[in-house]
């Protein structure tokens, strides 16, 4: 296929390309580097089949020749408003790319007869009242909070996908991502895993908000990149949870981060952010992903951090 994909050089978006490109597909790669790296697609440059285009995705998007799918992924992703690429810092942009930016893709899809798949996320449950969280779940979000611009941005690109499902008979794909990690995360990205890892990398204390009984279900991105392909290709119009069912604390993964990297320095205890309505639990039920794409995860928490950490060791070495 010829396959449009927003947000190319974002951390998921460029391990979506390579998953693409392996298998035979051509990808026109679409970015405007807000959130995205040059560096995730750099090892793609000379690629015949793979394409770049520097475009903000809340504009008007046109894509010269047929194409058979756009995937949208263009979105800032990380909650943290101590980041400069946490969407509390970038607002008005993360509502355009999930109103505007959906829209526009929607609109190439619509236009070329296409099969559409939307990035969605978690964020949709809010802070669960249903745990572990399935599909039919309608979540529980606070509209106006200090990170409803990302909550609200999905949620209407996700009533919109099944607008033009509906309203067009277009092709449609919603995935519901879990928290992943893995190797071309930001070291600044601001999400827990960077993070920590930043920390126990340069032997400092890892910070945890809180008294860290919060949970999270971290999903490595190759596990999630095969799950996403698996929708792509098959699947239907109705979301589908992406994730790891494994949860974990954060306390949990501080004490894991810190063995792996033999950091020996201890953990500090920061209060937790008021106001930004960070969820208590978060644990995906994925019986819909095992039925109906016959997908669960296989790499452990452990593994997946081993090879985030030999990246991020890379990056460091290289400041």
């Not at 400069?84 to 619509?110: C, D, E, M, R």
């Not at 996908?161 to 990690?181: A, E, K, P």
């Not at 996403?228 to 589908?240: A, C, E, F, N």
């Amino acid at each position: 296929m010829r396959i449009l994909l927003t947000g190319a050089a974002g951390f998921l978006g460029s391990h979506l390309c390579d998953r693409l490109l392996a298998e035979g597909h051509e990808v026109i790669g679409m970015d405007n580097f807000i959130t995205g790296s040059p560096a995730n697609i750099a090892h793609l440059a000379g690629n015949e089949k793979f394409f770049f285009v520097r475009h903000d995705v809340s504009n008007f998007i046109f894509v010269a020749g047929k194409v058979q799918a756009v995937l949208h992924f263009a979105s800032p992703a990380s909650p943290n408003p101590l980041s400069p690429f946490g969407y509390p810092n970038l607002p008005i942009q993360t509502l355009k790319a999930g109103a505007l930016g959906t829209h526009n893709s929607l609109g190439v899809a619509h236009a070329h007869g296409a099969r559409f798949l939307l990035a969605s996320t978690s964020e949709v449950y809010g802070d669960p009242l249903e745990h572990p969280q399935k599909e039919t779940y309608w979540g529980h979000v606070d509209p106006v909070g200090l990170r409803s611009m990302y909550d609200e941005a999905k949620r209407f690109a996700e009533a919109l996908t099944m607008s033009y499902h509906r309203f067009h008979g277009l092709d449609t794909r919603i995935v519901r991502i879990f928290n992943t990690y893995g190797p071309r995360m930001r070291l600044d990205d601001g999400r827990v895993v960077p993070n920590f890892l930043r920390q126990a990398l340069n032997k400092e204390a890892l910070t945890v908000y809180g008294d860290g009984e919060q949970t999270r279900s971290f999903c490595y991105v190759d596990d999630l990149v095969e799950g996403i392909y698996s929708l792509l290709m098959g699947g239907d119009p109705q979301p589908v949870n992406i994730g790891n069912p494994r949860e974990t604390s954060i306390l949990e993964l501080a004490t894991i981060v810190n063995e792996l990297t033999e950091n020996t320095t201890s953990i500090v205890y920061k209060p937790r952010q008021r106001g930004m309505g960070d969820p208590q639990q978060r644990q995906p039920d994925i019986t819909r992903a095992r039925e109906l794409l016959d997908w669960e995860p296989k790499v452990s928490l452990e593994v997946g951090l081993k090879r985030t950490i030999a990246y991020f060791q890379e990056v460091l070495e290289l400041q």
